[in-house]
């Protein structure tokens, strides 16, 4: 995916709510779509991963949903806190072979979450 | 748990100057790779090695080049730098097998003058 530069979209909750960060995909041939977190100066952090064989996995706070019908994926964060705010990035793996491992990231969201 | 380590982590240089960026892997991790990120961009897949052979490589330019050596760190090198190459640098690194799972450095800022 292409992001749009300066202008990530962004979603602001208040803290307790339940958070929802979606991502359109393009390769249908990736075996891995996977979500990372990453707060200001730092790398990105691994969250979660889901294989293309599933629609739904759960992780500590966190669920993620794969629609492959329409090549959607999204992150749910339960309960967010103001620790939870950062940029989330989706993406997915190369087609397979030494490519497996490219990764290719989506447009990033910024999660803000009010006190 | 230990992380992956870059160095250094602020890097200065003047056009047309050469840079070398080292990672050094999360232990038994032999996959290592490396993403440049522009200043609101997602991070952009460069090369990659795998038991210190380079596994697939991406939008890097010929003025850049990359290695990893025996003890599965890394280091990329790049030539005659741009003003354009100002980004930050990232390297991950995963187990053998797990690709799906890359842990990123802290990544090293350069800023070509």
């Known amino acids: 995916g292409e992001s749009v530069g300066l202008h990530l979209p962004t979603l602001s909750v208040q803290e307790g709510d339940n958070s929802i960060i979606n991502c359109a995909y393009s390769?249908?041939?990736?075996?891995?779509f996977i979500w990372y977190k990453q707060e200001s100066g730092k790398g990105p952090q691994f969250i979660i991963d889901i294989r293309s064989n599933m629609d739904k996995r759960q992780g500590q706070r966190v669920t993620v949903l794969l629609n492959k019908t329409v090549k959607h994926l999204s992150l749910q964060i339960a309960a967010t806190q103001p620790g939870d705010s950062a940029v989330y990035f989706c993406a997915e793996t190369g087609p397979g072979g030494t490519s497996y491992g490219k990764l290719t990231f989506g447009q990033g969201t910024i999660l803000t979450v009010h006190p | 748990a230990a992380g992956v380590i870059q160095s250094p982590r602020h890097l200065i240089k003047e056009k047309r100057e050469t840079a070398t960026l080292k990672c050094y892997p999360i232990?038994?991790?032999?996959?290592v790779y490396w993403y440049q990120q522009g200043p609101g961009q997602d991070p952009q897949f460069l090369i990659s090695f795998y038991e210190k052979m380079q596994s697939d490589k991406g939008s890097i330019p010929d003025r850049f080049s990359a290695q990893q050596f025996s003890d599965y760190h890394s280091e990329l090198n790049m030539s005659s730098l741009e003003l354009g190459d100002s980004a930050l640098y990232f390297c991950?690194?995963?187990?053998?097998?797990?690709?799906?799972?890359?842990?990123f450095g802290p990544g090293t800022r350069l800023t070509v003058t």
């Open positions: 991950a690194s995963s187990a053998t097998g797990v690709a799906s799972e890359q842990y």
């Open positions: 232990p038994r991790h032999d996959t």
């Open positions: 390769n249908s041939a990736s075996d891995y």
